[in-house]
């Protein structure tokens, strides 16, 4: 078998030539690695281009969380610079989880136009855009709605199933991780998401609470949200890994 990982931030790994081994040996065929930052840009196109097994394709984008960063113009350039090395848009969207951001207009504004900024080159370039919206779903749907981006990956989506709804209905995508195994919101949002619109990642380096230890994710822990995400929805492993593989290759056209 082999499995994709669709999201993951491979250049934050303390071994990274092991994880990445790791994976190839776990069926990992290919890693989407999303960029943060400028920093993160640059050391992505150069992994993507020294590593063969699994693939890497790079994602170049801007995290909300990074937005206030004295790179932030410089990496937009950049970004737009090398979109054409790049399998996506993303990391970008919006992220309104603080209640420091929710009453913090100036930094909502901030990024509004930061994301305004990746989905206007998606649309350009028609790549792939892998949005975060964690507590700004709404925002994040109506940007993209608005935008006339045809493909959109609401990444990690654990919020509201009405707002789940119309993303599925614009014709989007949603992905989960190894969350899905005991997360109610994950495991919620899952349940509602038809499996021809989900694919699955890691978010690599996330550390994940699932069972005694807890653990840090690496690609390979792309097979406990397959795994998870076909028990969650009793559906057979097999089938299920085939229909997240191709919609991952019809996604990203990878
Ligand atoms: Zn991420």
């Known amino acids: 078998m082999t499995i994709i990982d669709t999201h993951a931030h491979i250049d934050e790994l303390e071994d990274l030539s ?5 994976a190839f040996q776990a069926g990992v065929s290919d890693i ?5 930052n400028l920093d993160s840009m640059k050391k992505l196109l150069d992994i993507a281009a020294r590593h063969q097994q699994p693939k890497i394709h790079p994602a170049l984008g801007i995290h909300p969380g990074m937005v206030k960063e004295p790179t932030q113009t410089e990496a937009l350039d950049f970004m737009r610079a090398n979109i054409k090395s790049a399998a996506a848009v993303g990391e970008t969207g919006l992220d309104y989880w603080y209640k420091w951001v929710r009453k913090d207009e ?4 901030k990024q509004k136009e930061s994301f305004a900024f ?3 080159l998606a649309r350009e370039t ?4 892998v949005i975060h919206s964690r507590g700004a779903w709404r925002d994040c749907l109506s940007m993209t709605v608005a935008s006339g981006v045809k493909r959109a990956l609401f990444h990690w989506y654990s919020g509201p199933v009405d707002i789940l709804a119309e993303i599925i209905a614009a014709g989007f995508y949603v992905s989960t991780g190894p969350s899905v195994a005991y997360s109610p919101e994950s495991r919620r949002a899952m349940t509602e998401a038809p ?5 699955v990642e890691t978010d ?3 550390n994940y609470r699932d069972g005694e230890q807890g653990f840090s994710a690496e690609p390979k822990d792309v097979t406990r949200a397959w795994k998870a995400l076909a028990q969650l929805k009793n559906l057979d492993e097999q089938k299920t890994l085939e229909t997240l593989n191709a919609n991952a290759r019809t996604f990203f056209g990878i």
Do not use: D, F, W
């Open 204 to 206: 690599t380096p996330v």
């Open 118 to 120: 990746h989905l206007e």
């Open 18 to 22: 092991g994880a990445l081994e790791r």
């Open 32 to 36: 989407v690695a999303v960029s943060v």
């Open 195 to 199: 499996l021809e619109r989900i694919v």
């Open 126 to 129: 028609a790549l792939p855009i």
């Open 106 to 109: 100036v930094e909502r504004g």
